[in-house]
């Protein structure tokens, strides 16, 4: 018999591959941070021992979920200003909160915060566009997830930068810092095409093709950032990334939530990928992602959550019953969007999008075990004729019991691993005192 580091006995495996197998009574061999094999548990008992061995007679075991745009900081915002419309919220609440009161230590705390949370809820990798990435990035040294985070471009003075060259010498030192580490990945991140002018979009495409980098942007938001676009510089903001060359593959468009035909065409021909935040969009009113319109015509679907000051959570297992449920509603078909292609959106697809999809997003041979145990076996969840079904249309985040990140264990049992839950929750408290006064 042959030694590993764990094995993982499951009722489920739920794969994530492209035609999403759902193999029963079947385990997990991990070694060496990645996975070793798939096989029937009765073959692994024969063939394998390991160091550790984990049994879940009631779970689905599936690769861990990606959240494919977040502001994690902003969690310490979660609740300052809600029931807005998102220009109002932008410029006389949140704008003025973060000018006063983002910092280093603020980034740094937040992220560990936001990041306990979304440990709980089952995701393992996340795409960031804040302030302070050194700061995050240092928290995802705690924490152990895996990180794509952004260097932040925008026109005007923020508490991290206050001109365009000192915005892009600060992400350039973000990213040579980190370049080579483990679990984090840089990206490039300007806010919004209202946000940000030709000549630093141009540099943005500079920069990410000469380091191979992704560039996240606020896409299409809603629709006055399209009439805006249209006084300004008579055409819509896609048009215009189309003509500064921004349209490629590496972009990964966030929200997209108002598009016509001519929108399709050009995303779909750049290979740009979307990333879907249904109950952001929904709390803000912002508009609805046409993702059965991008799906039809071949465009890479990503599910995000956005920052939990406009969510108001990080729970990717509530998005995706938010983006099945108002795909089927605004399409008027309930065969839109099934939740064995929505758990895809939630993982794979966002590797995809990422660019990581040879690393994680499903239970592959030789990916790393970034895996999560959901415990379906509860009142919420039975009787359990299909998991996938379980899963995205009535399970809760507190079923997510155990979470592993390649091969590190996060989550044990509810309990987290890597984070002091108890010492986030004063610091929580110690910030909101500050943030928050009456």
Same mark, same amino acid.
């Given at each position: 018999?042959?030694?590993?580091?764990?094995?993982?006995?499951?009722?489920?495996?739920?794969?994530?591959?492209?035609?999403?197998?759902?193999?029963?009574?079947?385990?997990?061999?991990?070694?060496?941070?990645?996975?070793?094999?798939?096989?029937?548990?009765?073959?692994?008992?024969?063939?394998?021992?390991?160091?550790?061995?984990?049994?879940?007679?009631?779970?689905?075991?599936?690769?861990?979920?990606?959240?494919?745009?977040?502001?994690?900081?902003?969690?310490?915002?979660?609740?300052?200003?809600?029931?807005?419309?998102?220009?109002?919220? *932008?410029?006389?609440?949140?704008?003025?909160?973060?000018?006063?009161?983002?910092?280093?230590?603020?980034?740094?705390?937040?992220?560990?915060?936001?990041?306990?949370?979304? $440990?709980?809820?089952?995701?393992?990798?996340?795409?960031?566009?804040?302030?302070?990435?050194?700061?995050?990035?240092?928290?995802?040294?705690?924490?152990?997830?895996?990180?794509?985070?952004?260097?932040?471009?925008?026109?005007?003075?923020?508490?991290?930068?206050?001109?365009?060259?000192?915005?892009?010498?600060?992400?350039?030192?973000?990213?040579?810092?980190?370049? +080579?580490?483990?679990?984090?990945?840089?990206?490039?991140?300007?806010?919004?095409?209202?946000?940000?002018?030709?000549?630093?979009?141009?540099?943005?495409?500079?920069?990410?093709?000469?380091?191979? *980098?992704?560039?996240?942007?606020?896409?299409?938001?809603?629709?006055?950032?399209?009439?805006?676009?249209?006084?300004?510089?008579?055409?819509?903001?896609?048009?215009?990334?189309?003509?500064?060359?921004?349209?490629?593959?590496?972009?990964?468009?966030?929200?997209?939530?108002?598009?016509?035909?001519?929108?399709?065409?050009?995303?779909?021909?750049?290979?740009?990928?979307?990333?879907?935040?249904?109950?952001?969009?929904?709390?803000?009113?912002?508009?609805?992602?046409?993702?059965?319109?991008?799906?039809?015509?071949?465009?890479?679907?990503?599910?995000?959550?956005?920052?939990?000051?406009?969510?108001?959570?990080?729970?990717?297992?509530?998005?995706?019953?938010?983006?099945?449920?108002?795909?089927?509603?605004?399409?008027? +078909?309930?065969?839109? *969007?099934?939740?064995?292609?929505?758990?895809?959106?939630?993982?794979? +697809?966002?590797?995809?999008?990422?660019?990581?999809?040879?690393?994680?997003?499903?239970?592959?041979?030789?990916?790393?075990?970034? $895996?999560?145990?959901?415990?379906?076996?509860?009142?919420?969840? *039975?009787?359990?004729?299909?998991?996938?079904?379980? $899963?995205?249309?009535?399970?809760?985040?507190?079923?997510?019991?155990?979470?592993?990140?390649?091969?590190?264990?996060?989550?044990?049992?509810?309990?987290?691993?890597?984070?002091?839950?108890?010492?986030?929750?004063?610091?929580?408290?110690?910030?909101?005192?500050?943030?928050?006064?009456?």
């Amino acid at each position: 018999m042959k030694t590993v580091d764990t094995l993982i006995h499951a009722r489920w495996l739920i794969t994530c591959e492209e035609e999403n197998k759902i193999l029963e009574n079947h385990s997990l061999v991990v070694n060496d941070k990645k996975i070793m094999a798939i096989l029937p548990t009765h073959e692994a008992q024969k063939n394998y021992t390991a160091t550790h061995t984990e049994n879940f007679p009631g779970h689905a075991i599936m690769p861990g979920l990606i959240n494919a745009h977040t502001h994690l900081a902003m969690n310490y915002f979660r609740g300052l200003a809600d029931d807005l419309a998102l220009m109002d919220w *932008l410029n006389n609440h949140i704008w003025p909160a973060e000018k006063k009161w983002v910092s280093h230590e603020f980034v740094y705390d937040a992220s560990l915060f936001a990041m306990a949370e979304m $440990i709980r809820s089952g995701t393992t990798c996340f795409n960031d566009m804040y302030f302070f990435p050194i700061a995050t990035a240092e928290a995802v040294d705690i924490a152990g997830m895996r990180a794509h985070i952004g260097m932040t471009v925008i026109d005007f003075p923020t508490a991290w930068a206050t001109t365009s060259e000192e915005y892009f010498a600060l992400g350039m030192e973000f990213f040579e810092k980190y370049k +080579n580490h483990d679990l984090v990945k840089a990206t490039l991140a300007p806010h919004a095409p209202y946000t940000v002018c030709d000549k630093n979009l141009l540099t943005v495409k500079d920069i990410a093709e000469k380091y191979d *980098l992704k560039i996240n942007l606020h896409l299409h938001e809603t629709r006055d950032e399209i009439a805006q676009s249209l006084t300004q510089y008579k055409m819509r903001p896609i048009q215009r990334l189309q003509q500064l060359g921004l349209m490629t593959s590496r972009l990964i468009a966030i929200h997209m939530t108002d598009i016509n035909e001519e929108d399709l065409a050009i995303v779909a021909a750049s290979h740009v990928s979307v990333v879907n935040c249904p109950e952001s969009n929904m709390k803000l009113a912002s508009g609805i992602c046409p993702v059965i319109k991008f799906k039809n015509h071949g465009i890479n679907i990503a599910l995000g959550t956005d920052g939990a000051a406009s969510n108001n959570d990080l729970n990717m297992i509530g998005e995706m019953r938010t983006a099945a449920f108002l795909a089927k509603l605004s399409n008027g +078909n309930p065969e839109s *969007l099934p939740a064995k292609e929505i758990l895809k959106h939630a993982t794979l +697809n966002g590797a995809k999008a990422l660019g990581i999809d040879h690393l994680t997003g499903s239970l592959s041979l030789g990916k790393s075990a970034d $895996i999560i145990a959901i415990h379906l076996d509860e009142i919420e969840t *039975l009787p359990v004729y299909h998991p996938a079904s379980q $899963i995205v249309y009535a399970a809760g985040r507190h079923q997510v019991t155990d979470v592993w990140c390649r091969g590190k264990r996060l989550l044990k049992n509810r309990e987290l691993m890597t984070l002091d839950e108890a010492a986030l929750k004063v610091k929580a408290r110690d910030w909101a005192k500050k943030i928050f006064v009456v």
